[in-house]
């Protein structure tokens, strides 16, 4: 009971440290911490789906994309977080209607699917702004300060840890790690494993329109090529992969860890960032396959059981 | 629309179609084996394609020359990349669901290295050269002696490929590996001397794609991912694991990307060529030619 409490005493430290440091920080330090929430809230959606089935998608970028754009459009017509929150529904509602065909395929073909679709996407709207607009790219006038911006990032990031947190620890999330053990045996225990899939999918594609949808405000221009780069997929995957990826807090870790990189490196040095990147991924599968977290809370999980012995 | 026209699509959906060919031959020849999907394959047209236009442009080194060189190293690649990255995977993979996605990560990790260092150290520029231009006409159509060229080598590398793999003792191992690892081994078949091999020529023939590619299309760091995307399109199309369906493929999806393009804009080729993938994979995900050799 304590350690659950001194939990929940962290998270609240956390999000109490993290609500109040606009106030306090420059704005280069606001938006270096947005930018790192908005990586988290793309890596914990990502899992949900991808962590927990084992079903690799490339597809958050497509996402990521719809948003930006929905958010493109509506801006100065509707309300900011109205747009946000359409964006969103947006995104699910794209996902389930993409779902039962896309996840039936498995494995490699899985994982091409969804690049292809971000692909597909991607030409889509280049083609469609072409012959709409003339022009590829769209500049947002009157964009909301990053104040504004920081704190629906926050809500969006904790909102999507929450799901992945609850979602792991669910009747529906015990399903779809059964689904990545073995889908066959699990169909064939009764659990409705296309559903639960098809759910996940939607879940998971959510929160990439939503954080697609602010980061166009956040930059103020955007075009298809940028919205709908598959390094978003990338980078989200690599993220993942070094934290573990069936852990809520390996998402946070690997994205921490990225993240301070990137800022490190990404401005100046883009491509060597990239190349450590490519670096870090061989690396974390060649010597530590499970992630970093995973390990440690093992360790520890063995040293509590070592003590009631 | 009158017969020159016809025949200019033709020729140039099957110029366009060998090279895809040729690719995806080699991506499909590493699926098939090992069942890794190889996300890095189009990097090697791109190494292939500036170690062609440096060689040409710094030595006055012909293409034609160029070409073995290129198949040589991208060979030794394939082997080093195998050698010390693959065969470890594989033996401490548990799972084949865990080696999948072990082996899409490093091949991400290894395609964003191959990019960047070229960024790094030849610019993002767009390079270029001019090789074998002259113009010939068959049966009326105006064509490049270059691109007459990339047709006939990937072509016979093609052919040879699927000959060496029907009528060769090797080719024989490598389709039992294709059909069933697992029986295959049992029969004696040294799995990790095929892996070995089939890296060796896949990397061979997309760095010879690249070579090819270099003498008519523009050469950047970044030309890489859509090729990997459109030999993804032709191996399912072909049907996975299936090496001559990937040739036919090749050449299926060049025909119909040329001939799309035709009758509406080019801007709309991608576009074709993924509502094919999309649809394939949703409709006959064993592909059209899939005998299912899985």
Not at chain 1, 204 to 218: E, N, T
Request: charged share 10%; hydrophobic share 55%; net charge positive.
């Amino acid at each position: 009971m304590g350690k659950e409490r001194r939990l929940i005493g962290a998270i609240g430290l956390i999000l109490l440290f993290l609500c109040l440091l606009p106030l306090m920080a420059s704005d280069y330090h606001v938006s270096v911490f947005l930018d790192l929430m908005m990586w988290i809230a793309l890596t914990e959606s990502w899992i949900i789906l991808s962590g927990y089935t084992g079903y690799i998608s490339l597809g958050h970028s497509a996402f990521f994309g719809l948003g930006a754009y929905l958010m493109a459009i509506t801006w100065t017509h509707i309300p900011y977080g109205l747009g946000v929150i359409l964006a969103g529904l947006l995104s699910t509602a794209f996902a389930f209607a993409i779902g039962f065909p896309f996840l039936r395929v498995r494995g490699p073909y899985f994982v091409i699917l969804t690049l292809g679709l971000t692909e597909f996407t991607k030409f889509l709207f280049i083609n469609l702004e072409i012959k709409l607009g003339g022009t590829v790219g769209r500049i947002l006038m009157m964009t909301p300060g990053l104040h504004t911006l920081y704190y629906s990032i926050l809500v969006v990031t904790a909102i999507a840890t929450i799901t992945a947190y609850f979602v792991k620890n669910s009747r529906f999330g015990t399903g779809l790690f059964s689904i990545k053990e073995d889908e066959d045996a699990a169909n064939a225990m009764g659990i409705n494993t296309s559903l639960y899939k098809w759910l996940a999918f939607g879940i998971s594609a959510s929160f990439p329109g939503m954080v697609g949808a602010i980061l166009a405000l956040r930059r103020s221009y955007i075009d298809p090529y940028t919205v709908f780069s598959p390094i978003v997929s990338f980078q989200v995957i690599v993220m993942a992969f070094v934290g573990g990826l069936e852990d809520v807090e390996g998402a946070v870790v690997g994205a921490v860890i990225l993240t301070l990189i990137s800022e490190a490196l990404w401005a100046r040095y883009p491509y060597t960032y990239m190349i450590i990147l490519g670096i870090v991924m061989i690396f974390i599968v060649k010597f530590m396959p499970l992630g970093l977290v995973f390990p440690i809370k093992r360790r520890i999980l063995m040293r509590r059981k070592g003590k009631d012995r | 629309m009158d017969l020159t026209r016809v025949l200019q699509i033709i020729f140039t959906g099957l110029i366009i179609g060998g090279i895809y060919a040729l690719i995806a031959v080699g991506l499909n020849l590493i699926y098939g084996t090992m069942r890794l999907l190889n996300i890095a394959h189009g990097e090697l047209i791109m190494v292939g394609a500036y170690v062609t236009y440096w060689l040409y442009m710094l030595y006055g080194v012909s293409p034609l020359l160029s070409m073995v060189l290129v198949v040589g190293l991208s060979a030794i690649i394939g082997l080093l990349v195998c050698f010390f990255i693959f065969l470890p995977i594989i033996r401490s993979s548990k799972s084949i669901t865990v080696l999948e996605s072990n082996s899409l990560l490093v091949f991400f990790g290894l395609s964003f290295i191959f990019t960047n260092v070229a960024s790094l150290l030849w610019t993002a520029d767009i390079r270029g050269y001019s090789y074998m231009t002259r113009v010939i006409h068959i049966a009326g159509v105006p064509l490049m002696y270059n691109r007459l060229l990339a047709l006939g080598v990937a072509l016979f590398v093609c052919l040879a490929c699927y000959f060496l793999l029907q009528k060769t003792m090797l080719g024989k191992a490598i389709r039992a590996l294709i059909q069933d690892r697992e029986a295959s081994q049992l029969v004696g078949i040294n799995a990790n001397f095929i892996y070995l091999i089939s890296f060796c020529a896949a990397f061979g023939m997309a760095g010879l794609a690249g070579c090819l590619l270099s003498m008519f299309y523009e050469i950047t760091p970044f030309m890489g991912l859509p090729y990997t995307i459109i030999a993804f399109i032709v191996i399912v199309l072909g049907g996975l694991g299936n090496i001559l369906g990937s040739l036919l493929g090749g050449f299926l999806l060049g025909l119909l990307e040329t001939i799309g393009v035709s009758v509406t804009s080019p801007g709309l080729r991608p576009i074709l060529s993924y509502s094919v993938f999309i649809l394939i994979i949703l409709i006959r995900p064993k592909g059209i030619f899939g005998r299912g050799v899985y």
